[in-house]
């Protein structure tokens, strides 16, 4: 994690807003021992500062200074069910959207979704995850996958830390709009399970990930959104 988590957390949500994936909602936390940092409710994504990032205790969601994101139970339940997780994030992207809100699985049939299986699931809830039992409910049905759609809503994702995180919502949404695009000309061809397993591999790798991770921060950076925020260590970890 970098030193200051309140900036990565701020430098991701203003990267993943030029990335088109976020809008004025969206938000990415960080697991810091038996808390997160998460960007806060009332603060613009493409501006967000290291000052707008709350911090939420995992137990039992409690915060006293800057008010969480009304959807934090999303984020605390995956960190509660899952060790393996460091980051998560929730958002409303256009094309994984139009399958969450046709509620169909994102199925494999492009080389980026690999990295979420052979399908990506759909939780049966169109409503805002706020509550404890809400959460539970959704990680009941998002399992071990790393990405879930939310049925007439949006979708989330985890990684293992912010950079893997934001590797997967960039995933996400690419297999996505490819499939969008492919299914007005048939069914997609989906991966074998050995397809799958095999570009997966590939694609799970730490350089790929960091390859994501270091393209998003440049195109923020070449936008203009970053100039006011202090850089990142190079690994952005």
Not at 115 to 126: H, I, T
């Amino acid at each position: 994690m970098s030193s200051d988590p309140r900036l990565l957390i701020a430098t991701a949500t203003r990267a993943l807003a030029v990335a088109g994936l976020f809008d004025h909602n969206g938000h990415i936390s960080v697991r810091d021992g038996d808390h997160i940092w998460i960007n806060s409710r009332q603060a613009s994504r493409i501006g967000a500062r290291p000052e707008d990032v709350a911090h939420v205790r995992i137990a039992d969601g409690h915060w006293s200074d800057l008010e969480p994101p009304s959807e934090t139970a999303l984020h605390l339940a995956a960190y509660r069910a899952r060790p393996d997780v460091g980051s998560a994030s929730h958002f409303h992207p256009l094309y994984a959207t139009a399958f969450a809100v046709a509620g169909r699985p994102l199925v494999t049939a492009y080389c980026a979704g690999s990295v979420f299986g052979s399908a990506v699931p759909v939780f049966d809830d169109p409503d805002l995850i706020r509550s404890d039992d809400q959460g539970r409910d959704l990680v009941a049905v998002w399992g071990s996958h790393d990405a879930v759609l939310l049925r007439g809503h949006g979708v989330a994702v985890v990684g293992t830390d912010v950079p893997d995180c934001a590797r997967a919502a960039v995933f996400l949404e690419e297999s996505a709009r490819r499939l969008a695009v492919t299914v007005p000309l048939g069914e997609p061809r989906a991966f074998t399970a050995d397809e799958v397993r095999r570009v997966r591999e590939t694609l799970m790798r730490r350089s790929v990930v960091l390859k994501t991770w270091t393209d998003l921060l440049e195109r923020a950076r070449r936008a203009g959104a970053l100039s006011d925020l202090p850089p990142l260590p190079p690994s952005g970890a």
